[in-house]
T-cell receptor
Framework: GAGVSQTPSNKVTEKGKYVELRCDPI?????LYWYRQSLGQGPEFLIY????????DSGLPNDRFFAVRPEGSVSTLKIQRTERGDSAVYLC?????????????FGPGTRLTVL | GNSVTQMEGPVTLSEEAFLTINCTYT??????LFWYVQYPGEGLQLLLK?????DKGSNKGFEATYRKETTSFHLEKGSVQVSDSAVYFC?????????????FGQGTTLQVKP
């Protein structure tokens, strides 16, 4: 079956612009996660959705970052007033439900470059 | 807070050599532990996991044992292949949380030469 997909695969924007990153999880997966991976680092947790609600947004770095999942499937990560430090690969993962033993399946990521 | 520390890379080995990538963690409670792998041009994939102390996770010839007394989850393989060249990430999921969010180490690049 189809895995987690993310669009766009690459996004180049200018400092101060607004961007949206989309994640399509595996069908039927209720848990959805966003992570951010900077060059040479491991992924860092941003936010977790269980169904439509953001159950844990403790990883969002500041109020410029926001994410939604209105119908409990597709999720959009929104970044306002982008800064050069936001440049990273943004990863989405989904799992059947939250927590082990459920495996998180990762998408290929969106590489965001802020000029 | 909870954290994961991996040995720094890159690690360069010849084919059929023995591999160890060290991973230690700091966590409250009883976390679950994971190794993820990222092959060139591909997304993160779960390689193996262990959910309680003394469990051994294994897959594709790789093994790791959850050692609570040393807070470690070292990855081993007896005979590496060129196709094992990738970036390996150790991760934990907090035992006290039901969110399943993962905390990753910084990754270790493995290069296997023929």
């Amino acid at each position: 079956g189809a895995g987690v997909s993310q669009t766009p695969s690459n996004k180049v924007t200018e400092k101060g612009k607004y961007v949206e990153l989309r994640c399509d999880p595996i069908s039927g997966h209720t848990a959805l996660y966003w992570y951010r991976q900077s060059l040479g680092q491991g992924p860092e947790f941003l936010i977790y959705f269980q169904g439509t609600g953001a159950a844990d947004d403790s990883g969002l770095p500041n109020d410029r970052f926001f994410a939604v999942r209105p119908e409990g499937s597709v999720s959009t990560l929104k970044i306002q007033r982008t800064e050069r430090g936001d440049s990273a690969v943004y990863l989405c993962a989904s799992s059947l439900s939250a927590g082990p033993p459920n495996e998180q399946f990762f998408g290929p990521g969106t590489r965001l470059t802020v000029l | 807070g909870n954290s994961v520390t991996q040995m720094e890379g890159p690690v360069t080995l010849s084919e059929e050599a023995f591999l160890t990538i060290n991973c230690t963690y700091t966590a409250t409670g009883y976390p679950s532990l994971f190794w993820y792998v990222q092959y060139p041009g591909e997304g993160l994939q779960l390689l193996l996991k262990a959910t309680k102390a003394d469990d051994k996770g294994s897959n594709k010839g790789f093994e790791a044992t959850y050692r609570k007394e040393t807070t470690s989850f070292h990855l081993e393989k007896g005979s590496v292949q060129v196709s094992d060249s990738a970036v390996y990430f150790c991760a934990l999921s907090e035992g006290s949380s039901n969110t399943g969010k993962l905390i990753f180490g910084q990754g270790t690049t493995l290069q296997v030469k023929p």
